[in-house]
């Protein structure tokens, strides 16, 4: 008959060290850069409800303005790859139309 053979394990004496992830991790305490950050902000909002309502318009208009020449700029180049393929896709139609 077979002997079975147990295998055991063994338990280590050091401590398991755990990790926490940075989603559940909150400070205790809000550090400078979050204070100053939200200082600014309270600062920024206060002085845009002081304006008057075309000059609100007026400026959220300029900041959607920036963000899409932002945007556009920062893809250029797969802008201008998207319209070469599509410029030489059109050649070859016409030409395969017109033979």
Same mark, same amino acid.
């Given at each position: 008959m077979a002997? =079975? =053979?147990r295998t055991t394990t063994r338990r280590t004496t050091t401590r398991r060290r755990t990790t926490r992830s940075r989603t559940t991790y909150r400070r205790r =305490?809000?550090?400078l850069a979050t204070t100053l950050g939200s200082a600014v902000a309270l600062a920024l909002i /206060?002085? *845009?409800m002081k304006l008057t309502l075309w000059w609100r318009v007026g400026l $959220? /208009? $300029?900041v959607i303005a920036l963000a899409v /020449?932002? *945007?556009l700029w920062s893809r250029r180049g797969d802008i201008y &790859?998207?319209?070469q393929a &599509?410029? /030489?896709e059109n050649a070859d139609d016409a030409e395969?139309?017109?033979q």
């Open positions: 002997t =079975r =053979r =305490r809000p550090k /206060a002085g *845009f $959220v /208009a $300029v /020449a932002w *945007f &790859d998207e319209y &599509d410029r /030489a395969s139309g017109q």
